[in-house]
């Protein structure tokens, strides 16, 4: 089935530093990728997503590239802020299609910002 | 705001007490997943769900049941609690076909076992 193995952290950065969260998959096809992000206290939420290949995801200062040669969909951002800090998880439909919305989740990055 | 809304924050049960974790959404979604989150494990599907009283097991099914009577909720149960099962429990909605795949999450309920 399909799966996904992201950089566990944690990450920790200075305010404005660049920011790297390595994600790889294992996948029949070309499956859309996907990047959700949990605030402290909250539920995850959807930060930005790629159909096919070569597509760049963004929101938030946030990319993400979908390369297919390297099996990656790795999430970047120039410059971090403290409202930053969060846990990351890289996605991607799991075994059986994509109709019903079935993901399969890394295992999470925690990213804390200090000022 | 469009929400997903789970009853319980946090709950205290005791080994072997039947769990009750309730989801509603306000969406008019046809999907809805029961997930479970551990530390260094990710989010694993428990169960989901496509239409009104359709469910199908997801990946660690073990231990756990659902019901969904009305469109709008889904509730995940706990037969008999066991220490294990101490988790936060994180409830999603999606809709059908195009967009299945951006789900909505809840804030989560973390469950202890005591």
């Known amino acids: 089935g399909n799966s996904v193995t992201q950089m566990e952290g944690p990450v920790t950065l200075s305010e404005e530093a660049f920011l790297t969260i390595n994600c790889t998959y294992t996948a029949t096809g070309y499956p859309s990728l996907f990047w959700y992000v949990q605030y402290p206290g909250e539920g995850l939420q959807l930060l930005l997503k790629?159909?096919?290949?070569?597509d760049k995801g963004s929101n938030k200062g946030f990319e993400a590239t979908y390369r297919k040669e390297t099996t990656s969909f790795h999430l970047e951002k120039g410059s971090v802020q403290v409202s930053d800090s969060a846990v990351y998880f890289c996605?991607?439909?799991?075994?059986?299609?994509?109709?019903?919305?079935?993901?399969?989740f890394g295992q999470g990055t925690i990213l804390t910002v200090h000022p | 705001d469009v929400k997903v809304t789970q009853s319980s924050r946090y709950l205290v049960k005791r080994t072997g007490e039947k769990v009750f974790l309730e989801c509603v959404q306000d969406m008019d979604h046809e999907n809805m997943f029961w997930y479970r989150q551990d530390p260094g494990l990710g989010l694993r599907l428990i169960y989901f769900?496509?239409?009104?009283?359709?469910?199908e097991k997801g990946d660690i099914p073990e231990g756990y049941s659902v019901s969904r009577e009305k469109k709008e909720r889904f509730s995940l149960i706990l037969e008999s609690a066991s220490t294990n099962q101490t988790s936060m429990y994180l409830c999603?909605?999606?809709?059908?076909?195009?967009?299945?795949?951006?789900?909505?999450f809840g804030a989560g309920s973390r469950l202890t076992v005591l």
């Open positions: 999603a909605s999606s809709p059908a076909y195009s967009g299945a795949n951006v789900l909505t």
């Open positions: 790629a159909t096919k290949a070569d």
């Open positions: 769900s496509y239409d009104v009283k359709m469910k």
């Open positions: 996605a991607l439909p799991g075994a059986g299609g994509t109709s019903y919305g079935k993901l399969t």
